[in-house]
């Protein structure tokens, strides 16, 4: 017979209950996990009877942590932090050139440079498996807490991250939001006011997507109104070919912008103010000494002192074109 304490930190039991309290909605919930709604619920009733007390309630119809529930969820995130930083502790002691390395990426991040290095890595080191993910913003925080991934490629600033204290970053380059439009009218314009990007529709990143939480913030922050979006994508080549076909307005990073050459009734324009971000690795504190993970990125490192990013980008489009 199982013991209180087995009933409540049973793997499976302690994901139920940090996905619904993630969602605060037991239907989606439920979706994420690939149960029925009704077997959520159950499992929920179970662990709150374990317990002696309720972990959520209700306001209308949304649901709230309870005071039992806010104790369960730091207790969750304690003994995920300890199982982790054993498990990265164990890993430290393991061969530079055996073993596995997941990551995860930013589904907005164009991936050839990333797909490119990795096949150099192979070369050089065979017998380390390298699981590459596409993620969404939420995905990679999830999956990073929950040390399913050890590196994420992704854009900082990130401000939906309030607790930086388990991560650190390593910056790759820096990166201009660049505008992109159809006007000849602008065509010589090397900068531009956000107020005059508003002269035509525009095609961007879904809602959620960083990209377009960093432009709509800028906007904000020089009240002007966000661009009328008729059209979105999830990867910059699908916003690049949408705009130029539909000829509406867009915003990429320059590093995607100068190694895709436009059409030629395409220009672009640096933003007045500029919005800037960073193109970086993040890993949970540590994670770089584990020897696989320290050699991958020290090989990444000199991968790029030998050719810039945006060189080597630009040489990929070439080639392919």
């Known amino acids: 017979m199982k013991s209180k304490q087995e009933t409540i930190f049973s793997s499976k039991t302690l994901t139920y209950f940090l996905q619904l309290a993630d969602t605060m909605n ?15 619920t159950q499992q929920i009733k179970k662990l709150e009877h374990t317990v002696g007390a309720p972990l959520f309630y209700s306001v209308g119809k949304k649901l709230r942590l309870s005071d039992a529930g806010y104790t369960m969820l730091k207790a969750t995130h304690n003994i995920n932090a300890v199982l982790n930083q054993a498990t990265d502790e164990i890993q430290q002691s393991t061969s530079p050139t055996k073993g596995e390395i997941n990551i995860g990426m930013l589904a907005s991040i164009e991936s050839r440079v990333f797909e490119d290095f990795i096949t150099k890595y192979y070369e050089m080191q065979p017998d380390v498996m390298i699981t590459f993910h596409t993620l969404t913003r939420k995905e990679i925080w999830e999956r990073l807490e929950n040390n399913r991934i050890d590196l994420a490629i992704m854009y900082l600033p990130d401000d ?10 390593r910056k790759i380059l820096n990166e201009d939001l660049l505008f992109i439009h159809h006007d000849k009218k602008l065509s010589k314009q090397k900068k531009i006011k956000l107020k005059d990007t508003l002269n035509a529709n525009w095609v961007t990143y879904p809602e959620g997507y960083y ?9 904000k922050n020089q009240l002007v109104d966000v661009p009328k979006s008729v059209a979105r994508f999830t990867t910059p080549d699908q916003i690049r070919r949408f705009a130029e076909t539909a000829e509406v307005n867009t915003a990429l990073p320059a590093s995607y912008v100068i190694s895709h050459p436009g059409s030629d009734n395409t220009w672009m324009a640096r933003f007045d103010p500029a919005i800037n971000f960073d193109l970086s690795f993040v890993f949970r504190k540590d994670k770089d000494e584990i020897p696989r993970i320290s050699s991958f990125l020290s090989a990444f490192d000199e991968y790029l002192s030998e050719e810039s990013y945006t060189e080597r980008l630009r040489k990929m489009i070439g080639n392919q074109n």
Do not use: F
Not at 26 to 40: E, H, K, R, S
Not at 212 to 219: M, N, T
């Open 26 to 40: 037991y239907t989606q919930a439920a979706q994420i996990l690939g149960i029925t709604q009704p077997a959520l």
């Open 160 to 169: 939906s991250i309030k607790n930086w204290k388990p991560y650190e970053s």
């Open 211 to 219: 990209l377009d939480g960093v432009l709509r913030e800028s906007y």
